[in-house]
């Protein structure tokens, strides 16, 4: 994609792979671009994510992880992964999973947020092709910025040691590590859950607990 006008109905340049241009009328844009970040690039709603810069190491192996087994690629860098952006949404266009923001590979929020990301987009375009007027921030963009924000707990305590203090604690609380665990399975929007609607808070005082 060249270029977006959305002075209107949101009209889209392509190029194709012979070079040539030509556009595409839609009457609403979802970007699940991932890390290729389309609307953010082209709209500049890029923004420094909260998160510090980090690096991931991986590589694949094909079968067991023993001497006989067959690296498939060579170790791989990735660096300064975590993105954000100014906006999630309007009236003309949605930005889901990665192509919004994203946090950090530990514990795999992305694919969760993605999924739930698109799930919650799409109740809220058919309302608007139907004539409903929305507020995009208040029923697309904060409610799921409610969720990212429990994982972003979690993310942010793995990185400075308080979540492992709960891990390894001698005497764990079973009902506590059912919730812990459910966020942590992708429930992060479950507000039935005491440590998803006050997370960082509840993540706190169970550390001091710990102690």
Excluded at 151 to 159: G, I, K, N, P
Excluded at 169 to 174: G, K, L, S
Aim: glycine share 6%; with cysteine; net charge negative.
């Amino acid at each position: 994609m060249q270029a977006i006008d959305l002075t209107q109905e949101p009209i889209l340049t392509i190029r194709d792979r012979d070079g040539e241009d030509y556009c595409i009328q839609a009457k609403y844009l979802l970007d699940a671009s991932g890390f290729g970040r389309v609307l953010p690039r082209l709209l500049e709603l890029e923004k420094p994510s909260c998160l510090p810069s980090r690096t991931a190491v991986f590589t694949h192996i094909e079968d067991n992880i023993d001497p006989s087994a067959e690296v498939v690629r060579e170790c791989s860098l990735l660096k300064g992964y975590s993105a954000n952006v100014t906006t999630l949404a309007t009236d003309k266009f949605a930005l889901l999973g990665n192509a919004g923001e994203f946090l950090d590979p530990v514990f795999s929020s992305g694919v969760t947020i993605a999924m739930q990301s698109a799930s919650m987009a799409a109740k809220c375009v058919v309302r608007q092709l139907n004539g409903e007027e929305l507020d995009w921030d208040a029923e697309y963009a904060k409610p799921l910025m409610r969720g990212v924000d429990t994982f972003r707990t979690y993310v942010e305590a793995w990185y400075d040691g308080r979540f492992q203090e709960i891990i390894f604690f001698d005497a764990p609380d079973n009902k506590i590590k059912q919730m812990i665990c459910s966020i942590l399975a992708g429930y992060a929007w479950d507000e039935t859950n005491p440590f998803v609607s006050d997370s960082e808070r509840r993540l706190n005082m169970i550390v001091e607990l710990c102690r």
